[in-house]
Each structure stands twice: as C-alpha cells, then as structure tokens.
C-alpha cells in the first residue's frame, strides 16, 4: 500500500513577481492570433465582397470599418479605465495637484490613440493576410490614419462613461453601446440597406459621421453633415469628460 507524501508548506513571503509582472512573448503571440482566427469568418469566403466601391472593394470597404470599430472600441476601453483610478483612489490624489481636467483628458487620449493604432494595424495585417481587399497602398494609409484620428472621440467617450458610473461597469455599457452605435452608424453595414426612419437616427448618431471620414478615401463620398456629425461629438464628449473630472476632483 503506497502513501502520499504530504507537501511542503510553501511560504507566501518567499514568492516573487516574475520580471515585467508575468510579461512574456509566448501569452503574447497566442493573444494577437486569437484576432486573425475571428476576423477571417469576415474576410473571407463571402459572396459579392469582390465587387467595386469607389476605388477598392467590398472587403476593403469592410476592412476599413472593422478598423474603426476595433480602434473605437479599444480606445474607450482605455479611456475609461479612469473608473478603476477612482475606485483605487488615484483620483484623490489628482485633487491634490493643480492638473487642469482637459490636460488630464489630452493625456488619457494620447493614451487611448497609442492603444487604438495597435488595434487598427491588426485589423489590417490581417486584411492583408486575408488578401480579399483591394484598394491602392495611398488610400490603405490614408484611412487608417484617419481612423487613428477619429478614435481620440472614442477615448474622450470612455473617460466621460468612467466618472460616470462605476469602474466593474464602464466597459458593460461602452462594449454593447459602442456596437449598437456601430450598427445603427453604418459601420457594419452600409446606410442605404436600411429603412429610412433608421437612416434619419444613424445621422445624428457618434458613429456616422468619423465613419463616413475613414471611408472617405475609399469611396470619395463625404458629406458636410457628416463632418459637422464628427465635430460636434468630439467636442460635445470632451466637454463631458472635462465637466465631470471638475465636479470630481472639486471634492477636496
């Protein structure tokens, strides 16, 4: 009869954190992987997604899109990461400190754009990989470029949503609403597909107007509105976030 020889007791004190807190290449490769293996259900093998638009095609037109939307939804995803800040109290301390909120906000989106352009080079190195979109290298550039611009909105949105509500459920609102508004915005799928009472909300809606701005190189369509759209609220969330990092950091 054999027995089992009792473990060592281990002593918690004597534990330590790997180098850079567990960072290592191997976690890493299997993560950004994990994206190409989604994506490709979108890329490939769908019917009509060779036809022209402007001067690409429908899988160009798409790939444009999913850029957005990856970068739009990574951005605010790093703006409102300012909810676990003043759940850890960090945003104490900032009431300590003479920091202006809409300097604090530029420095959340430098932030958020460092963390958007990532997500807006996966989505077209796999575009690439994929090889079904076809638009001229110029235009490629112009417009992920463009979408890079376009989410500094989306991390003004995130940092507003996180003073908002609390920090386990920023990205429980942002990540539905950020889709809903994609849909509704005609990120997904083109504005003339849908009824028309649905294209009269898509036009006042975040996502319409920077949509119609990254795909604007591809489909040399852009409408004045559609500008006035992205402008209006892109000033309307940093005031928001502005306006609520105030009333926060006034509680001395």
């Known amino acids: ?143 992920a470029l463009l979408a890079l611009v376009c989410t500094l909105t989306f991390a003004a949105l995130g940092v507003f949503v996180g003073y908002i509500v609390p920090g386990e459920n920023a990205m429980q609102i942002l990540g539905p609403g950020l889709a809903l508004l994609s849909f509704l915005g005609g990120v997904f799928i083109p504005l003339d597909q849908y009824a028309t009472v649905v294209r009269d909300i898509a036009y006042w809606t975040p996502m319409y107007g920077v949509a119609e701005i990254v795909r604007a190189p591809l489909t040399h369509e852009l409408p004045w509105y559609a500008i006035l759209n992205a402008v209006a609220w892109l000033g309307i969330f940093i005031a928001g976030a502005a306006w609520r990092m105030s009333k926060d950091t006034a509680r001395v």
Do not use: C
Request: net charge positive; aromatic share 6%.
């Open 1 to 143: 009869m054999s027995t089992t020889q009792p473990r060592a007791a281990v002593d918690p004190t004597l534990r330590r954190v790997p180098r850079l807190g567990g960072f290592n290449l191997t976690v890493l490769r299997i993560e950004l992987l994990r994206l190409p293996a989604a994506l490709a259900l979108v890329f490939g093998g769908q019917s009509g997604w060779a036809d022209r638009v402007g001067s690409g095609n429908v899988a160009a037109y798409i790939l444009v899109s999913m850029a957005l939307y990856g970068a739009a939804l990574t951005s605010a995803a790093t703006g409102s990461m300012v909810a676990l800040e003043r759940a850890t109290g960090w945003s104490r301390q900032l009431r300590l400190t003479p920091l202006n909120p809409v300097a604090y906000i530029v420095m959340k989106a430098l932030v958020s754009l460092a963390m958007g352009a990532l997500a807006i080079v996966a989505v077209n190195i796999t575009g690439v990989l994929m090889g079904k979109a076809e638009m001229p290298v110029h235009i490629w550039i112009v417009s």
